[in-house]
Nanobody
Framework: QVQLVESGGGLVQAGGSLRLSCAAS????????MGWFRQAPGKEREFVAC??????VYADSVKGRFTISRDNVENTVYLQMNSLKPEDTAVYYC?????????????????WGQGTQVTVSA
């Protein structure tokens, strides 16, 4: 497994931007599937985006507003969030899997960070 530590969450007004970071350690990062998920109060955790060397997938709800990227030298994955909406308020989790396959299913990931809170005010 890989150890993941998220940072960058906070409080922002609607229309604003935040960039989340997820620092990874413990195994080969460059070939791992890296994903972002989020869980809003009272709701189940949902897929946001994932990235591998094969490509990128976004949830429809964030497409065009969020950008996932990775730095294989720094072993870090990022989530740039623009045009934030109140409905983006959630705890955001970084996740990893060593398959290198693009995956949106939460159950496919075997390493998780502790989460970082993002709150978007109206």
């Amino acid at each position: 497994q890989v150890q993941l530590v998220e940072s960058g969450g906070g409080l922002v007004q609607a229309g604003g931007s935040l960039r989340l970071s997820c620092a990874a350690s413990g195994r080969t990062f460059s070939t791992a599937t890296m994903g972002w998920f989020r869980q809003a109060p009272g709701k189940e955790r949902e897929f946001v985006a994932c990235i591998t060397w094969r490509g990128i997938v976004y949830a429809d709800s964030v497409k065009g507003r969020f950008t996932i990227s990775r730095d294989n030298v720094e072993n870090t994955v990022y989530l740039q969030m623009n045009s934030l909406k109140p409905e983006d308020t959630a705890v955001y989790y970084c996740a990893a899997h060593n398959s290198g396959i693009l995956m949106i299913a939460e159950a496919a990931y075997d390493s998780w960070g502790q989460g970082t809170q993002v709150t978007v005010s109206a």
